[in-house]
C-alpha cells in the first residue's frame, strides 16, 4: 500500500518561501500524477497543482505566478515551492496520488486515491 | 474555470436515514472527472466515488453518486455514525476544483 508523507517548517515568515516534500513509500512514483492540495483552518480544499512523474506541470491559475512543484524520481518524492507567502498561506498541506491512465484515446480519471496525513504551515512573523 | 456549488451547507440528520446532498457545477463537467471525497476531523480527505458514481475500493454500497452535466449528487442510504463528516465534490476540466463541502452532522 501506497503511502505519502509531507515535510518541511511548520513556520515561515511573511515574504519568504515555503519548500514542502512528499515522500512516496511501498510504491513507485513512476507513471502517476502528484497533487499537492491546501485546507486554511476552518475552510474547504484547494488545489494547488500537479507533477507529472516526467516533470510535466500543471498548477491552479489563481497561484501560478508563484508555485513550483518539481518530482525527484529518484528519491521517490515529489516538493513544492510556493514563494512570497503571506498569512493567507497559513494551512494544512496535503500531497495526494492522481489516478489517471489513457483508454484508448482517452483520459480516465480515478480520484486522487492516496493522500498524506498533512503537514501544518503557519505564515507568521 | 468551473466553479462547483453544494448544498446543503450543512445537513442534519439522524443514523438511519438518509442523505442527500447536491453539487452543482457553472458550467458542464464531463461526468468522467467528478469525484467525490469525505473528510472526519483532523484527517485527511478519502476517496469515495469517481467518475460520478463509481464507489473506490472499500467505499460501502450505502455510497451512491449520480449526476451529469451541472448537477451531481450523492446519496448515503442508511446513515451510520460514521458517515458524519464533512463531504466535498471535485471536478477537472484543464485544472481541478472542489466544492466548498457539506457537512453532515449528527441531529
Known amino acids: 500500500q501506497v503511502q505519502l508523507q509531507e515535510s518541511g517548517p511548520g513556520l515561515v515568515k511573511p515574504s519568504e518561501t515555503l519548500w514542502l516534500t512528499c515522500t512516496v513509500s511501498?510504491?513507485?512514483?513512476?507513471?502517476?500524477?502528484w497533487s499537492w492540495i491546501r485546507q486554511p483552518p476552518g475552510k474547504g480544499l484547494e488545489w494547488i497543482g500537479y507533477?507529472?512523474?516526467?516533470?510535466?506541470?500543471n498548477y491552479n491559475p489563481s497561484l501560478k505566478t508563484r508555485v513550483t512543484i518539481v518530482v525527484d524520481t529518484s528519491n521517490n518524492q515529489f516538493s513544492l515551492k510556493l514563494n512570497s507567502v503571506t498569512a493567507a498561506d497559513t494551512a494544512v498541506y496535503y500531497c495526494a496520488r492522481d489516478v489517471w491512465y489513457k483508454s484508448g484515446s482517452s483520459w480516465v480519471f480515478n480520484g486522487m486515491d492516496v493522500w498524506g496525513q498533512g503537514t501544518a504551515v503557519t505564515v507568521s512573523s | 474555470e468551473i466553479v462547483l456549488t453544494q448544498s446543503p451547507g450543512t445537513l442534519s440528520l439522524s443514523p438511519g436515514e438518509r442523505a442527500t446532498l447536491s453539487c452543482r457545477a457553472s458550467q458542464s463537467v464531463n461526468s468522467g472527472y467528478l469525484t467525490w471525497y469525505q473528510q472526519k476531523p483532523g484527517q485527511a480527505p478519502r476517496l469515495l466515488i469517481y467518475?460520478?458514481?463509481i464507489r473506490a475500493t472499500g467505499v460501502p454500497d450505502r455510497f451512491t453518486g449520480s449526476g451529469s452535466g451541472t448537477d451531481f449528487t450523492l446519496t448515503i442510504n442508511r446513515l451510520e455514525p460514521e458517515d458524519f463528516a464533512v463531504y466535498y465534490c471535485q471536478q477537472y476540466a484543464s485544472s481541478y476544483t472542489f466544492g466548498q463541502g457539506t457537512k453532515l452532522e449528527i441531529k
Open positions: 467518475g460520478t458514481s
Open positions: 511501498t510504491g513507485s512514483i513512476s507513471n502517476y500524477y
Open positions: 507533477v507529472y512523474y516526467n516533470g510535466d506541470t
